[in-house]
């Protein structure tokens, strides 16, 4: 099939998907577009049939600022034309699956399929926040097929949009080959003792996050045992969670090393994931550990109780329970059986409900039942 792909570069999980998703569709024969704002987020190294378009907006005196979102149209319209695109997958409802909506308009009724994928900011932030419920609805209900990344999110749209558009749960993935604990020993000397634990955060640092709770937990764990902490990523919150760490008096202990292209090295030397959001309709940061058979502390919001199964793979607390996440990590680093039965529980977890082999097929599925009949691929 030919496919255009459209998403954000920018650093995060709905780019990290899509480009997996783009290049295991490519590894599987289709021809793959992406459709962005720069090079997606973790796309690597070039791999054959995947191509990349950059969206430029246009800069001119009449524009006070320039029109993104309508390049983004014109761009997936002529690819539409001049790649013949059979499917057009939007990860987001805005911008993208606006200007998909919009782009297939202006080709003036071609048969491309748009399909949409939730990923949660779009329906738990943009849309619930009104100013563009409008423009969120339009780019779900013009979509021929919506698919979200947790149940809990295909819940919430529904709700919100009191719509009765059917939404394909797709949860997301990690490709378990790549994603695989490593020998890390080498490395880890250079950031603990032997024998401390490192517990590790990756995120954008955004205030859903809730970077400060991962520093007090943290600093309640180094209450009780020398420890490490592993900070991953950049954001609008580090300021913060650096303020934090001096004021908690932990700064030899922790580790800011900024957003990093290939995290399984940095999950293979930890010991707990903290994942203490707010709002999280997935979760990916939790599946990427739990592949590395690093145990997970979160908070039962969103979608993560889909992937993080209390008391098997991980712990699951309330929002802002610092006492109980500290109690949680503490568990799993003071017993090594119990840790090393929720390492195993986690990585099998992944390999049978979030691998990239399972995952892609139901995409694939999904896009063949759309366009119907004969597919038609174009690599070997
Ligand atoms: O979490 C973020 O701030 C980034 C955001 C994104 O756009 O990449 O992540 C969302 O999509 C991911 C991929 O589906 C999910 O794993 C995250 O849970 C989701 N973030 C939120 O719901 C806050």
Known sequence: MRIGIACYSSVGGSGALAAELGKQLSLRGHEVHFISDGIPFRLGDFQGNVFLHEVEPPHHDVFRYPPFELALACKMADLIKTHSLEVLHAHYAVPFAVAAYLAKEM?????????????????????????????????????????????SLAEDTKRLFGSNKTIEIIYNFVDTVRYTRRDMSNVRRHYASPG??????????????????????????????PAK??????????????????????????????????????LSMSDVMLLPSEKESFGLAAIEAMACETPVVATA?????????????GFLTEVGDISSMIDYVNALLEDGALHRAF?????????????????VLKYEELYRTMVGGVVSTTFP
């Open 229 to 266: 902490l592993i900070l991953v990523g950049e954001g609008p919150e580090v300021p913060l969670a650096r303020s934090l760490v001096r004021e908690l008096g932990v700064e030899q202990d922790v580790y800011f090393v900024g957003t990093q292209q290939e995290v399984v090295s940095i």
């Open 107 to 151: 080709c003036g009724g071609c048969p491309v399929q748009v399909v949409t994928t939730l990923h949660g900011t779009d329906i738990t932030l943009l849309a619930r926040g009104r100013a563009m419920y409008d423009a969120v609805r339009l780019g779900v209900e013009k979509s021929d097929a919506v698919t979200a990344v947790s149940m």
């Open 196 to 225: 401390e634990p490192i517990l590790v955060h990756i995120s954008n640092f955004r205030s859903v996050k809730r970077v400060p709770d991962v520093v007090r937990v943290f600093a309640g764990v180094r209450n009780t045992r």
């Open 343 to 359: 390492a195993k529980h986690g990585r099998e977890r992944v390999e049978a409900c979030f691998s990239s082999a399972g995952q």
């Open 301 to 313: 919001v969103g979608g993560l109780p889909e992937v993080v199964v209390h008391g098997e793979t």
